[in-house]
């Protein structure tokens, strides 16, 4: 599941012979991909949207995994952008019940945080240090050297989504002192991550940093986008499905 148009279409580049399923107004692409079965879909932006199109994909498809791929404001102070976060946790950074339930607790959950799979998660954060580690293989020297991205790091820690796009410096402090091991901010993640709990079905989140949540979030995120983000998100999917194991059934 990615919430950009552009790392979608990096994807269904890599799949022949995909087929579109429309369900719930999204279009979902079942095919193949490194020889396994997969469906691909855009989340769209926000937790609910992104809630719905996750639901789609677990209760007509039948997916055994999900993994989402985006782009999230950095928080930690070594967070840089170009960086990629792997998630080990999420939490909703805007849900509030209290006093009747904990700060971001979500109710009769009885947690904030969401885990993710770890053996997914572990997995993809290899494939990203792998591409990470030759990042001209992937962008080219003159976006590597246009966004300043030098020796891109892999994180591993708290992803915390809302329904906001943090964009000003104030905001990003706010989060920093309510959630101060949160290590990116997005708008989807924890609220996908909920639904796979539901269903009992592994999740990881992969987020490429495109700002700092601050004052100059908006600089350049088209760009990086189609330029850093999506080559990041589909060389980083692609290394991780080449070495997943095989089905023990393949479709052919
Ligand atoms: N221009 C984009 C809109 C992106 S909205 C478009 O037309 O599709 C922001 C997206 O990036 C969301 O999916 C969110 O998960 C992520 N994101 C990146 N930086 C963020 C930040 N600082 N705060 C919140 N979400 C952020």
Redesign the pocket.
């Known amino acids: 599941m990615s ?3 552009e790392e979608l279409a990096a994807v269904l580049a890599d799949m022949p012979n995909e087929q579109r399923v429309k369900v719930a107004g999204r279009d979902f692409w079942v095919g193949h991909w490194q020889g396994h079965a997969v469906v691909a879909v855009l989340s769209r ?1 926000g937790k609910v949207a992104a809630a719905t199109t996750a639901t789609v994909m677990l209760e007509r498809f039948g997916v055994g995994a999900l993994v989402f791929t ?4 950095g928080l930690g102070p070594q967070v840089r952008v170009g960086d990629v976060v792997v998630a080990n946790g999420l939490v909703q950074h805007d849900m509030d019940a209290s006093p009747l339930f904990p700060r971001h607790e979500v109710p009769l959950y009885g947690r904030a945080v969401f885990d993710s799979d770890a053996h997914l998660s572990g997995a993809l954060a290899t494939a990203a240090q792998q591409v990470l580690q030759v990042p001209e293989r992937h962008l080219g020297s003159a976006t590597l050297a246009q966004f300043h991205l030098h020796a891109p790091q892999v994180h591993r820690g708290l992803l915390v ?1 809302g329904d ?4 000003t410096t104030a905001e990003s402090e706010a989060l920093r002192s309510a959630l101060p091991t949160a290590l990116a ?4 993640g924890a609220a996908v991550a909920q639904v796979c709990l539901d269903y009992g079905v592994p999740f990881a989140a992969v987020r490429t940093i ?2 700092r ?1 601050d004052d100059t ?1 908006h600089t350049d ?2 760009r990086f ?1 189609a330029q850093v983000a999506s080559r990041y998100s589909h060389a980083i999917l692609s290394q991780w499905l080449a070495q997943r194991p095989a089905p023990g059934v393949r479709l052919t």
């Open positions: 919430a950009l148009h932006i985006g782009v999230a404001g989504s906001r796009f943090v964009s901010v997005e708008m989807e495109s700002d949540a979030a995120f088209n986008i």
